[in-house]
Every structure is written in structure tokens, then in C-alpha cells.
């Protein structure tokens, strides 16, 4: 199994110092990547429903820092010399898709190869109304135009490329990434979200969902896959959820990874039993020192004694 941390973008890293700081230590610890998430701005009034906690209720607030991932992912790349730097997930219909194309295989030649892309289609509409995005209702079927598109951008030596949503023709798109294929990792355990991983994608990412859950999505997966005619080997099964190292006995249904360091390893194997070959974690905490003391403790207790 690979390990991946995400970093606090989105609340807790306000300046470049902390966040190269942060990033290079998870390099120095062995970690595979280095990964941050999305989002623009938060509105005020939310009354779209945060799927992926049981309240629906969202976190974070309009008042806090939000860094721009792609903007992150390129400081990063001059930050370290070894870890993959992702996005997950990057809400696809948010922004203009050449743009944001040119944008990933900048970073991708700027690191060396070492971009990987979370793509998601999104669940606040009020930041989609704010963004001026593609209408909330469409963003399935936008999100798969707009990676059909970054294909055909970082692939064809003369891009062509029309449907409902975007076309392209007689333009020159240069650099290319250096990786071909840039790795496309689907977010979501949706029926939709399943699908468009077989259909398009290089990989699936999960996020905060249980070790029981994964069977079920790992089965649709591979029914999937079979169906579009495409092999399981070279796609990647991955998994981004919290964790948190602590002295307290955790019982049988606790939240997964949450606990003393036994029970963390126990749910990582239980991730990797289930068959997630990459897992990216977050450190809980209400800093950014508690975060980091985290993450060095998975590295030790954790990683170090798998």
C-alpha cells in the first residue's frame, strides 16, 4: 500500500512558509504524495447537503483561509523533489477546462511528472452559482466532457474536440505532461461516480468511507471495468479519509482510523484486506502543529510497523 497526506489548504495553511515547512517534512517522512482539496470561496448561506457527513452540515465557514489548489500544487512542486502532489477532489465544472488543462500539465512539467488529479463534479450548488459554473444540474455530464477534453488537450498533437458543452479546434497545446497518461483519479462511491471511474479514469478514490463499505464499491468496480472492456491492472484503488492517534481505546464501531496506533494499523490493514492500494489521510486537529505531530505519528506508529 502507497500513503499519501493531505495538507490543511483549506483552514489551517495562510502563508508559504508553513505549508512548504509542512510539505517537505511529509516528504522527509516517506510519505508517497502530498495532496490538498478544493474550493473556491464559501458563501454565507449553505443549504446544499454536505454528503459526506451524516448531518449534511459543512464544516467550515465563509470566514475561513481557503489557498487555491492548482495555485498550492505548483508551490509544491518547487517545495519537494520526490512526492506526487494531488488534488481531491477538484470540482471539474468549476473551472474553464483549457484553462484549467494548461494549468495541470504546467505543474506536471514543472514537477517533473509527478501531478495526479482527484476529479469530483461538486455538491455545493450555492459555489457553483457564485462561480458562474456550468448549471449545478449538468455537472455530471459536464465533468465527463471536460475530462474527455483534457485527454484530447494533453494527447493529440492537433486537439479536436466538440460536444454540448465545449469544442476545440485548430489550436496547438504545448507542453504535453510529462506523464501520459496525467492519472485521473475518480472521487465518489455514487452508481454515477463508479461508472465514470471505469469509463474515464485512471484510478478511484473513495473518501471517508468505512473498510466495510469498500467491498461492495470494489465489486461494482470491477463489474465495471469489465464492462467497459478495460483491465483492474495499472488502475489504482485508492482511499482519502481522517485519521486521528490517540491513548483512547477505541470500541468495534468506531470511526475508522480514530484511536489508539494498534487500532489505526488494524483499519489500514483492513483498508488494504479490502483492496485500497493507495490511502491519503488527513490528520485531525485544531492546529497546524497538532496536524503535523499526527502525521509523524502515522509515519512511526503506523507506517513504520506495518
Keep these: 500500500m502507497k500513503f499519501g497526506v493531505s495538507i490543511p489548504n483549506m483552514n489551517l495553511l495562510t502563508?508559504?512558509?508553513?505549508?512548504?515547512?509542512?510539505?517537505?517534512?511529509?516528504?522527509?517522512?516517506g510519505f508517497d504524495s502530498v495532496?490538498?482539496?478544493?474550493?473556491?470561496?464559501?458563501?454565507?448561506?449553505?443549504?446544499?447537503?454536505?454528503?459526506?457527513?451524516?448531518?449534511?452540515?459543512?464544516s467550515m465557514g465563509a470566514d475561513n483561509a481557503l489557498l487555491e489548489p492548482l495555485a498550492v500544487m505548483a508551490a509544491l512542486?518547487?517545495?519537494?523533489t520526490r512526492t506526487r502532489i494531488g488534488v481531491s477532489v477538484l470540482v471539474i465544472p468549476y473551472r474553464n477546462p483549457v484553462l484549467t488543462a494548461k494549468m495541470l500539465s504546467t505543474i506536471d512539467v514543472l514537477s517533473g511528472g509527478r501531478v495526479i488529479l482527484g476529479a469530483g463534479v461538486g455538491w455545493m450548488a450555492e459555489e457553483f452559482d457564485l462561480l458562474q459554473s456550468p448549471p449545478f444540474e449538468d455537472r455530471g455530464p459536464v465533468t465527463d466532457s471536460y475530462i474527455k477534453l483534457f485527454r484530447e488537450l494533453w494527447t493529440s498533437p492537433s486537439p479536436t474536440f466538440e460536444d454540448a458543452f465545449y469544442?476545440?479546434?485548430?489550436?496547438?497545446?504545448?507542453?504535453?505532461?510529462?506523464?501520459?497518461?496525467?492519472?485521473?483519479?475518480?472521487?465518489?462511491?455514487?452508481?454515477?461516480?463508479?461508472?465514470?471511474?471505469?469509463?474515464?479514469g485512471d484510478g478511484w478514490q473513495g473518501i471517508r468511507h468505512r473498510p466495510a463499505d469498500i467491498p461492495a464499491a470494489m465489486q461494482k468496480l470491477h463489474q465495471l471495468l469489465e464492462e467497459e472492456e478495460r483491465s483492474a491492472d495499472g488502475f489504482t484503488f485508492g482511499m482519502r479519509t481522517p485519521f486521528a492517534i490517540n491513548q483512547d481505546s477505541a470500541p468495534e464501531e468506531a470511526i475508522p482510523l480514530e484511536g489508539t496506533s494498534q487500532h489505526v494499523r488494524d483499519d489500514v490493514r483492513r483498508y488494504e484486506e479490502a483492496g485500497i492500494e493507495y490511502l491519503v489521510v488527513n490528520p485531525?486537529?485544531?492546529?497546524?502543529?497538532?496536524?503535523?505531530?499526527?502525521?509523524?505519528?502515522?509515519?512511526?506508529?503506523?507506517?513504520g510497523k506495518l
Design 35 to 58: 495532496w490538498v482539496s478544493d474550493h473556491v470561496t464559501i458563501p454565507r448561506d449553505i443549504k446544499s447537503q454536505y454528503p459526506y457527513r451524516t448531518n449534511g452540515t459543512f
Design 167 to 200: 469544442s476545440v479546434s485548430n489550436v496547438g497545446f504545448e507542453p504535453k505532461p510529462v506523464q501520459n497518461p496525467l492519472p485521473i483519479w475518480i472521487g465518489g462511491i455514487t452508481g454515477p461516480a463508479l461508472r465514470r471511474a471505469a469509463k474515464l
Design 77 to 80: 512542486a518547487a517545495a519537494t
Design 284 to 303: 485531525r486537529g485544531q492546529t497546524l502543529e497538532e496536524q503535523r505531530t499526527q502525521v509523524r505519528l502515522f509515519a512511526e506508529e503506523v507506517v
Design 15 to 29: 502563508n508559504g512558509e508553513d505549508t512548504f515547512a509542512f510539505a517537505r517534512e511529509i516528504e522527509a517522512l
